[in-house]
Each structure stands twice: as structure tokens, then as C-alpha cells.
């Protein structure tokens, strides 16, 4: 294993935060490893993707923006990634630990005959191996995992974790790619975007997550976005809240659902089961509104708001755009 390849998701020219993630914890692999870092763009709008991947620490920029692409699942992507990691002769590829970076790694993986390991939250590399760890059981244990197949592994990085700043030296040179021209099993009928304006709550860097107390679907499109707009953040939900068809599971945090890590978590009406915990508890700073103050979350908030939450969230909202001035 010697070079590293990030696998860039991105939809109609939008990346995810997390793919230019990914290209720095490649980066931080290969230098180690003393390879080279490939970027993978690929589908429509990808041109304009891999402009900005210029800004991140890749040496090399391999792009396919053909629309007949589009129609077809993930095949393609997986037959230029695994492509690239045998002509490399060795290479390590990094998603992010995303719906499509999960399915694209693990077929990459089976291609590859590699290992593959998720929610990675570090590397440790030596002598040319490389270790990834990553939190198991909610986080209650963490693991260091190396790859048994010296020349191939796939690691699924968890958002938020690697820090992608644009000022790295990049400027990598744009690789254009052959179209695979293969015939593909299955091709894609529609495609219906959910919530394409909204930033995941995987990917958020400030969280505003409702449960059960807040009584009705109302608060999460008026309150608590409000509050998350403010913040730059995304909005989240306990199981009690999406069970109850106040807003879709997309934006469910917890074991069911999705697990964050933002800099700012703010649960408001959620009492803190262990299963909505176990989504959540990686997050830098916890602050929980709720009634009761004897409730779980206070045992591992950092800041526990007794109070009614109509009455805080909006308040806080005020504070945030008065601080803004
Ligand atoms: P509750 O526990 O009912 O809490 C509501 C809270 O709101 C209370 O603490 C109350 O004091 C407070 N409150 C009421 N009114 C107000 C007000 N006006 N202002 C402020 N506070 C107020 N749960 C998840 O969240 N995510 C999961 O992924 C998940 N997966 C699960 C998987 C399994 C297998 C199982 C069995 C359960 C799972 N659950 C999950 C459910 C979990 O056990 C809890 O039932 C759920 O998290 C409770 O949601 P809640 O905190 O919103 O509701």
C-alpha cells in the first residue's frame, strides 16, 4: 500500500463537506506512507467540483463529468475506483462515511479483496501499514484496526473529524477520464432529492436536534430551524419525534439513525435515551433544554437549560443575530 485515493462525493457540481474531508485524510496517509494522493470526481457538474478540489492536498485530480453516467447506480464509480487503485499497484481509498461512501467503499472493498473500515476517526501508519481507528459500541470502545491485505484498503472517515482547509498547497493536476463502456445491470428510474438545500446533520458543524416535548411538527420548521439558520447549522430529531412523523428520518440522530459529531450539539425536548445518545455523544459541546432537569441528558450534558423550550430556543436565536449585530 502506497498511495492513497479520495473518492470526492458530489452531486450536479455540490460536494459534501466530507469528500474534500477526505481528500486531507488521504493526504495525511500517503505522506506517510510516501505516495501520492488521487482525488476521484465523477458525474455530472464534476469539472466544477474538481476546480475546488485544487484547493485541498491532492496530486492528482481524475475526473469524469459525463452525464450518461448519471443514469446508472453507483457501477461506474466503483469500476474507476478500483480501477485506479490496481493501476496505482497499491493505495488505500478514503470516502466519507456517507450513505453512497458506505455502498461505493464496501463494492470498492470486495473488488479490491480489501478490508474495510468504518467511521474512522484516525490513521496510524508504520512501517507501511496503516491502522485506522474508530470508535465502536456508540463510542464506548475504540478500535485499532490494520489492513490484512498489504496493498489494498478502504477506510470510511466519519464528518467533521479531518479539518479541510482550503489554504493547503494543492493545485493538483486534472486527469480527465474515459467513460467505463460496459453495459450496467441497473439504471436509475428517478431521482428525488429530499432536502437538497439542507446540510446533513452528519455533516453540520452545529446541530439543533427537537424530541417528543416539542409537541407537534411545527417547532422543526419554525423554532429550532430558526435557531439552526442562525448557527449556520442543520436541524436533527430524536426517533420519538420521526416515529411520530414530525419530520423524516434523515434527520434522525442515534442509533437508528445517523451519528454526529458537531462542535455545537442542542437538544431541545429529547430526554437522552441510550440510543439517541449513542449518536450523539461525540459531539465538542452538549447543551440540552429540557423541563426537567432530572432527566438522562443532564448527566453528560455540558450545559443542561431547565426550562420550556418555546420559550429558550427563541431566545437563544435573538442572542445568536443580536451577537451577530
Ligand atoms: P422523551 O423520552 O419522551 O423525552 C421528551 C422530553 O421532552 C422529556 O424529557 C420532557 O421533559 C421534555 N419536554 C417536554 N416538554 C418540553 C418543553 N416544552 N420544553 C423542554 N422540554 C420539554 N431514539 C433516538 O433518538 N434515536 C435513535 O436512533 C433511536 N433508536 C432506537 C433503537 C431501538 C432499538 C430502540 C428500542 C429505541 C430507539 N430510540 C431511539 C428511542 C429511544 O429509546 C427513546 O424512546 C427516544 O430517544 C425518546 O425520544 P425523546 O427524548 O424525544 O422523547
Redesign the pocket.
Known sequence: MQHAIAFVEQKNGTARRVAFEAVHAAKLVAEQLGGEVHAVVFGSGAAAVAELVKAHPATKIHVLDDAACNGFLIDPIVDVVAGLAKELGGAIVVAGNTMIGRDVASRVAARLDAGINADVVAFEVANGTVACVSPKLGGLTITTCAFKNADFGVALIRPNVFAAKTDAAGNGEIVALAAPTRAYAMTIEADVDEAAAELGVEEASVVV???????GPEAFTTILKDLADSLGGAVG???????AGWISHGH???????TVSPQLYI??????????K??MRTSAVIVA????GN?P?AEFADLMVV??????VPELTRGVHAAKG
Open positions: 436536534s427537537g424530541g417528543r416535548g416539542l409537541g430529531a430524536s426517533r420519538a419525534a420521526v416515529d434522525q440522530v442515534g442509533q437508528t439513525g445517523k437538544a431541545a425536548g429529547i430526554s437522552g435515551a441510550i440510543q439517541h449513542v449518536g433544554i429540557n423541563k426537567d432527566v441528558i426550562g420550556d423550550a418555546f420559550a429558550i
